[in-house]
Structure formats: C-alpha cells, structure tokens
C-alpha cells in the first residue's frame, strides 16, 4: 500500500501560482511513477503532469510552459509548481502512483491521495 497527502491548493487570482506537494508513505517510492491528475464537477478526469523515477516529465500540452512536476525520493513527495493560473484551472487536483511506467490513463493508476481544491478567480 502506498498512502498519498496532497497539499498547497487553494484560491488565487488569475496570473498567480501555486505550488502543490504531494507526501507518499508506505513502500519505496522512488520504484513509483507519480503523476498529477485534476477533476471539474461533471468532467473526467484530467492528466496534468507526471514524472517516473529517474526523473523523465510528460506534461500535459493543456498546461505545458505553465507547469514544471518534481520529485524528491530522498523526501517521499512530488510537486507541481503551477504558474500563469487561469479559471479554467479550477478543478480538484489528484496525486496518484502507479508501479510501472509513467502514462496518462487516470484509470492505470494503483494509488490516489483523496485531493486538494483549486480555486483560480478571474
């Protein structure tokens, strides 16, 4: 089992940044691929970023130029620095981790954190 605590969200004015941290516990996370997802009420979830464990990023092209993910596997966390927020970023943002390789499909993924709200006000 790995455990996932997002923190960082919150409300910010369109322009601003936000940095998200996501804690994992539980089992080796460097042998763990982290993305970061987000939801809106009545929408699929959405793949924003991920990074797998040597450190390779796939951004989603929704966000890229705007978004950077790292990891610390000394420290057990992945961030998402957000920059250049628009409303359209609003959403609930979602840690997850898989064992294998770093893809896209929300569905793929073995653990999820239970979220952290953004809130982007124009």
């Known amino acids: 089992q790995v455990q996932l605590v997002e923190s960082g969200g919150g409300l910010v004015q369109a322009g601003g940044s936000l940095r998200l941290s996501c804690a994992a516990s539980g089992r080796t996370f460097s042998n763990y691929a982290m993305a970061w997802f987000r939801q809106c009420p009545g929408k699929e979830r959405e793949f924003v970023a991920g990074?797998?464990?040597?450190?390779?990023?796939n951004i989603a092209n929704s966000v890229k130029g705007r978004v950077t993910i790292s990891r610390d596997n000394a420290k057990d966390t992945v961030d998402l620095q957000m920059n250049s927020l628009q409303p359209e970023d609003t959403a609930v943002y979602y840690c997850?981790?898989?064992?294998?390789?770093?893809?896209?499909?929300?569905?793929?993924?073995?653990?999820w954190g239970q979220g952290t709200q953004v809130t982007v006000s124009a």
């Open positions: 990074i797998n464990w040597p450190g390779s990023t």
């Open positions: 997850a981790a898989r064992l294998r390789s770093l893809i896209a499909v929300p569905d793929l993924y073995d653990y």
